[in-house]
């Protein structure tokens, strides 16, 4: 399509043809994505592929959210005054995933392939990763 632009002080000349394509649809998920203990017992290293589709539509950067597989639904304190939990999984819409890493997949060589390190995690927590 071409543009012209009308105000009080007259009329442009049209524009430049201009094409528009069709968006482009979502990537493909990442693949291959692995865990792995980082020395210390609160940190893990999260590495994965980058989809072979892209589907038109370029990955530059990843979001790596976590949160507690877990959460306190009731706690009672015990004769001896301990604190007892009992825990179950959120429901639905209960969620707070945490954005722990904005991973830029540019600057990441070919062979290393994107990663992230997850730090100061509580020892004895289940955790939930999205990538």
């Not at 020395?39 to 592929?49: A, M, P, R």
């Not at 004769?79 to 429901?91: I, K, N, Y």
């Not at 994107?114 to 990538?131: F, H, I, K, N, S």
């Amino acid at each position: 399509f071409r543009l012209k632009a009308l105000n009080t002080v007259g009329t442009s000349d049209f524009s430049g043809a201009v094409t528009v394509e069709a968006p482009a649809e979502a990537p493909l998920p990442p693949q291959r994505v692995t865990a792995q203990e980082k020395g210390k017992s609160k940190e893990v290293v999260l590495k994965w592929q980058v989809p072979h589709e892209d589907n038109g539509s370029a990955v530059t950067s990843y979001k790596v959210y976590t949160r507690d597989l877990y959460v306190p639904r009731t706690s009672t304190t015990s004769e001896e005054g301990r604190v007892q939990q009992d825990l179950s999984a959120p429901a639905m819409g209960e969620e707070k995933w945490e954005c722990a890493h904005d991973v830029n997949s540019l600057h990441f060589p070919a062979a290393v392939g994107p990663q992230a390190t997850l730090a100061e995690l509580t020892p004895g927590t289940e955790y939930m990763v999205r990538v």
